[in-house]
């Protein structure tokens, strides 16, 4: 772990400058982002801006070729591996919905919850009511109950995005990283999204990419958004839906 | 060993296993030495030696399907720590033959005499004393699985890539024991054993005894693994058995998690490699055959993989057919069986045969939820080997 | 053109479909609406074939079509872009549209310039690799890739998912190019209420495995079908 | 060709004639000599060529000739020895009378290898100033390996009207090398000699420089020898990266053409072919098939054997492969790891079935002409064999490549192996392309057993010896990328080649098992790794 | 039932042995055949018990247990490798029975329940490295070997014995490759190089059998001519010729106690009953094949001089008993449990035979200690006045379990 000395920033996460290409094709541009501690930000730009890439560099799943990347004002983010990003309390939910396929539901909530991780702890394990209660409480939250037991890889799509929130829920992380969360939600379920990452967001700070307009506008949080690897326009809803640029390459006329 | 894990280890399948291990265990050695040869009842020594060459084989199955089954780990080398488990107890069988080799060198094995060696070479000193051996037995095939897996998962090799190396690794170690100037033996291997602990290796009492420790070695060994995967750890381990990077971005250290169970089973290897060296007589380099280690791999799938008690009954169960298939009028045939069981054993028991059947008895009881062997019934989980 | 008669699919024990009755015409898109796990992907996954029905029928001009392959059918001319994109990640852009050929015509192996015209980003990104594609970019590579096979059926699972605003524009506008064409039929999954009501002539909302309520644009009713769709 | 062997048996009588003049007297007539073969005693043999050689009689060549061949017939009773002529005619070789036949008890007179040397040196000697050119150089090159004292007049004579360019260097060298051992030869000759033999600068000038130089020279002579030595070997060591980057070559190509059939089926379709090695030997077990019915039928077409069996290689194969696909392997995809055990459990079936009916031991499998033997580039040697192994194998893998890049059938195969389910939705006939896929791969392994065949053992364990060299190099190259089994299997042999004469083969493979496994820590993904989301989605 | 004589026969029908081990499971069906044709052994017919050991040396040991306690079998034909007789030894000698072990190996071995038929060194090695002394001249070795046991150990104790010879460090060179080695480009190529130094160069091969195809076929083609660097082999014989095209190896050596190509009446009768025995007119014969007629013979006399298949007295009655070989002569159990044997040597012919270019004037003993190695000079086997099998003539001590 890279520690420096001071604080350069008060920003929970701070992207200075980020270059990321693959084989000569650049997908992240100077990048440069700040989130303050309990904010929440809703991330839009258009399909291939680098939404997805981004979070990629934050969890420590792909490396910038150049470029600044600091958790808490400290914490060298490039330098770091995927769990110890983790441990140091990043989760993520995917674009795509990953939940292990063969344990129950359950079962992958247990696995998020955030306890020790280690070898020695996993195996001299025994549940504790606490985590008992708390997986419950989350299954109430994504409404997951009545399929506790069935085994992940048998839901349906959107139960499996529901699913991630949930893990995401139980990791209990100072940074939520949530990518897309209301794809394949009906509009009423995309307003309780909204709803409950605004709950979430009174503890924790949030990044949250979306399309969905709707749902970044009931977010009603500061918006950022890409285009071609960097920032493009940022601001309140309102200022960047009309900004002309923003109009040209993501809203459309 | 904590009580609650104990208990939480030990489900109803799980006991009857152990106790028909432990039954076997105490039960065929008394018969073969308690009742008169010739009777009924008798079990002759020759099948106690048999039946102690399967146990052994039983361990070594437990120790794949643990990181194999659990943990998508697939070892096409785990011969290897088998084999070097059974040098380690062969050098000290080597070394209590004393004066009484061909050559009568009091400190020399025979091997060594004729191929002009002065003196003992170094790695085989210590080996006089059980208790090194013993340990040895252990720790060098866990220390190879050990700097190997550190390696491999640092370094996050996995799937195919990772198969492949641990063949290379036991195909070099092959070709490493076959020359005579490694200081093994070379090809001939270790053999003409005389005494274990004091004891005759091919004296009945001794036999009986190897084979009950055989079968406590398989029950620990069991018990060992069920500790595990029925622990969180267990359950972190289909994690990353099924989706590796996603269990990463949770917090979990995988490459810590591989080489805990790759280390705990070439240990569990070699111990098994161990006992069979005695009870079968010789230890020779092709026990490092990459061959051997796929048959290995082989037992487990038949068994049912990922459930155990399958990969033991898998090792009885294909050698049993070996030894039952070479003889007789079968043995110009038995390449055939062998072969048509492994074929048909995939085509209609998918789930080994285990595997299969807890399929049944879940289909016939309630929905009841059994992760571990549901997990394989939609096929939907099946750990990519080649993208 | 397609018609589906009292369908019912079980996963093992387990019901997804129950006695569903579905129609597609030549020129008209029909929505398919529910919520999450109702069964509409069961729904298209039945009728492309992936999964055999323990009852029911599936005519496909006029041809029982209930008993053959995926392939087969797809060469009748269904094509599907399925939920999740299921982009071939190591071909790249091209070859991943010309996967559509099969059922073509040697004369017809071509890609039509309405792909391109209606996604250009396709054709910027031919050389590259499905697989690295952006969600969005692999959503609009699937929908070109079904356009490929000049289908006669094209039935679409929810293809708005995760796809920038002015590209579900974009796509909504194919979509009723497709359907001015007035040769192909739509099935529309979606659960973005807005955009079907925009473009659906037929709806039809499910709930566990059925269908529950129905309805065509002449006597359509936003709020009736978002009710339904929360119940 | 009577002309010829006028012209031949003329050139001898000149040849005769010079030795006669230069030979000193004889001590056994021609028939003592000629009835020394009857005792078939290898060292009465050796007497009888000798003298019979420097007989000067016209019968002494068919008579070396005949024996070299083993036509040279003896009747241990009545001591009578004849020549069986190359056309079946005999004649008796004390006097050359034409005979009827042979006695019945009459056996050849036997050879060994010293008996061979003296038979070529005599026969070098007494071809010499054949007519035909090729002849005259084969004597040559003889001569200079026996560099017998007695043949120098003749080499001389033979020097001083040579025209052909081949011909006259080789009798240069003969000459220089005879003078060499030349006791009575003067310094200025022997240091001539020494330049002529340095000039060629090869393994054979290197040996006669160095046995002469172990005997006893003039001081100056010595020396140049010396110089000549180091300057030989200087040049040969170069040489001999040279060879051992070809044998890289060569072996590589061989684990290439073993490893592209399992580059279809493990690394395209992911299927775990552990049978793929039983592919080899069928496609080796049609090879000697192809041959048996050649050899008993039609002889003339045993040049040809191989291009018949490639197809059929690839057709019995590639059948197998789709009956494989059809009743197996299609219920397991998605399950690659049971691939595992039922492809071994098939390949145990095919191991035992090519052994209940072809036998355990090994078959032969003969080189047509053109697959046998080497030609020499500079100082090193390349085997015919090796050479057209190359070629195929390049062959084999730009056509595989081509095929999957460029055909219709190329592409579905790719896509259906990506994403099975919908491959068939876009309208591909995902079975048929698997069974085609499968029997491809397997076609192609088939076709390799065809051309391992003519380096290898053809046993049912044939396959057995190439499965785990096939996956390294498969895997080591990058699995599901065609280019990285080509340089995979280029890189390990040609590494293999260097390593083994510094370490020796056993030690060689080790490090080369060893470096695979390093290797793969460096780049876990294997050498042409797949990079990129498209491999992690 | 006890109306029949059982006979183990262990030789592997399957696995990378069954190559060489098969034709010798034919052989004891054939001379049990035969035998049986005369009325057996003590009027009793004699029954095979057939089993495959798969090439798997844990399993030889598993299936002689079997062969002996639940077959109960009066004595085994059986074994190739080294490996698998000693992966057995341990067995016979716990349950007393006999084995009858038919192949050349390399000798430091002399037990009381195994009869050696096959060569030690000093009946096939020796010899062949003197012929080519002698009459080939030869100053410069080549020992070419797979690596592991046997040859290591007859190159041990041949690399002693040319040293005896006053062949220099320089003039031997020695080398090793892995069991089915097949791309013998840079070997051979080194070989060449190592016999271009002027002195006449022979190679003395105990490469194991299916490498020799490839080494054979590189050798022809890279033209090294038996005149010019002869190979002279110990486990290359007719079998193993029949899968090679022989025409470019005419001249090389093989030696052996053997050869098929041998004209005595008794071989060319035994070739006729065994081409028809298993209907194939082109089955060859080899010197494992005359190991195993011979240890069956001898077997069969042992056991009717003392009317009983009890080991123990089986195995006292053996040695002195006579049975002659195919090649002429007659062949003598020693002491030591190893035989008398002719050796030859012969040249590979076009045919796939050989012709035999020399051969000992008389049988040779065969030693089971090397009188090349420090370690066994002074050792003896002898089961009949010593009860030994490793008896140091110096110190006059049995060594090891014997005592
Ligand atoms: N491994 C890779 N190789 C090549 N190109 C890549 C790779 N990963 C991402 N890209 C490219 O980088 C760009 C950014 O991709 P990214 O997934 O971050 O977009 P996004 O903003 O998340 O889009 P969407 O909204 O569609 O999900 C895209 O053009 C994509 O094709
Ligand atoms: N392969 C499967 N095995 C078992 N159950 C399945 C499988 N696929 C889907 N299901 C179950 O069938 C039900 C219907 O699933 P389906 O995917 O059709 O829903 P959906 O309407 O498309 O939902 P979404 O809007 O989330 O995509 C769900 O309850 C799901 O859990
Ligand atoms: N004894 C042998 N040849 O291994
Ligand atoms: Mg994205
Ligand atoms: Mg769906």
Redesign the interface.
Known sequence: MNVMDTRSTSALLYLDGVHVSFDGFHAINNLSLALEPGEMRAIIGPNGAGKTTMMDIITGKTKPDEGTVLFDGKTDLTRLDETRIAELGIGRKFQKPTVFESQSVEDNLLLALNVDHSVRGTLFWRGSRGEAEQIDRVLETVRLKDVRRKLAGSLSHGQKQWLEIGMLLAQDPKLLLVDEPVAGMTDVETHQTAELLKEINRDHTVMVVEHDMTFVRELGVKVTCLHEGTVLAEGTIDQVSSNDRVIEVYLGR | MMPHILTRSLDRAATIFVLVVAACGVLIPLSNLLLPAGSALQVPTYLVALWGKYVCYAILALSIDLIWGYCGILSLGHGAFFALGGYAMGMYLMRQIGTRGVYGNPILPDFMVFLNYSKLPWYWHGFDMFWFAALMVLVVPGLLAFCFGWLAFRSRVTGVYLSIITQAMTYALLLAFFRNDFGFGGNNGLTDFKDILGFNVQAEGTRAALFALSCLALILAFLICRAVVSSKLGKVLIAIRDAESRTRFLGYRVESYKLFVFTLSACMAGVAGALYVPQVGIINPSEFAPGNSIEAVIWVAVGGRGTLVGAALGAVVVNYAKTFFTSGVLAPYWLFMLGALFVLVTLLLPKGIIGTFNFWWDQLGSKRPNADSAAREDGVTEPKMAE | MLDVKDINLYYGAAQALRGVSIAAEPGKVTCVLGRNGVGKTSLLRALVGQYPLASGSITFDGADITHLKPYERARKGIGFVPQGREIFPLLTVEENLKTGFGPLKRADRSIPDDVFSLFPVLQSMLGRRGGDLSGGQQQQLAIGRAMVMRPKVLLLDEPTEGIQPSIIKDIGRAISYLRNLGNIAIVLVEQYLDFACELGDNFAVMDRGAVKFTCTRANLDPAEISRQMAL | MPAIVLALVRGLLLSIALIVATAPAFAASFEESVAKFANDDFSDTDDAVGEIAVSGNPLAFPIISALQDERLMFDAETKKVFVKQADGKIIDAATGAAVDKLPDNAAAVSLNNRLRRTVDAALGGLTLLSPDPNIRLTAAKSVFKSHDEATLPTVEAALAKETNRAAKQALTDARAAIILFKSDASEVDKLDAVATIRARSDQEALALLTEISAGDQPATVAKAAAGAIASIQSSLAIWSSVQNAWYGLSLGSVLLLAAIGLAITFGVMGVINMAHGEMVMLGAYTTFVVQEVIRTRYPALFDYSLLIAAPLAFLVAGAIGVLIERTIIRFLYGRPLETLLATWGLSLILQQAVRSAFGPTNREVGNPSWMSGAFEIGQITITYNRLWILCFTMAVFAILLAMLRYTALGLEMRAVTQNRRMAASMGIATSRVDALTFGLGSGIAGIAGVALSQIDNVSPNLGQSYIIDSFMVVVFGGVGNLWGTLVGAFTLGIANKFLEPVAGAVLGKIAILVLIILFIQKRPRGLFALKGRAVEA | ADDTIKVGVLHS????M??SE??LKDTILFLIDEQNKKGGVLGKKLEAV?????S????F???A??LI??DKVAVVFGCW???SR??V???FK?LNSILFYPVQYEG??SERNVFYTGAAPNQQAIPAVDYLMK???VKRWVLAGT????P??TN?ILEAYLKSKGVAQDDIMI?????????W???V??I??F?????KTAVVSTING?AN??FY??L????VK??DI?VVAFSVGE??L????TK?LV?H?AAWNYFQSIKTPANEKFIKDWQAYTKNPKRVTNDPMEAHVIGFNMWVKAVEKVKSTDPDKVIDALPGTEAPNLTGGVSKMLPNHHITKPVFIG?IKGDGQF?V?YKTKDLVPGDAWSKE????KD?IGDWVGKKC??F?TKTN?C???G?
């Open positions: 029908l399957s696995g990378t069954a190559i098969t034709t057939v089993v495959d050991p798969a798997n040396w844990p399993l040991a598993e299936k247990r079997e306690t639940k490798t080294s490996v000693k992966s030894l341990p067995v716990e430091e071995e009459e080939e001249k690596d592991y046991v046997y290591r150990t041990k080398n090793y490759t892995p069991f089915g080695h097949s791309d480009q840079t070997i190529a080194d060449k190089k016999g271009s130094a002027g002195k299916d195809v490839p076929k590189e022809g083609n890279q033209g038996a005149k002869p079998e193993e029949a899968g090679i095209d470019p001249g050596l040249e012709s270019v190695l420090d370690g066994s050792l099998g490793n140091n001590k060594l090891g379990s005592t």
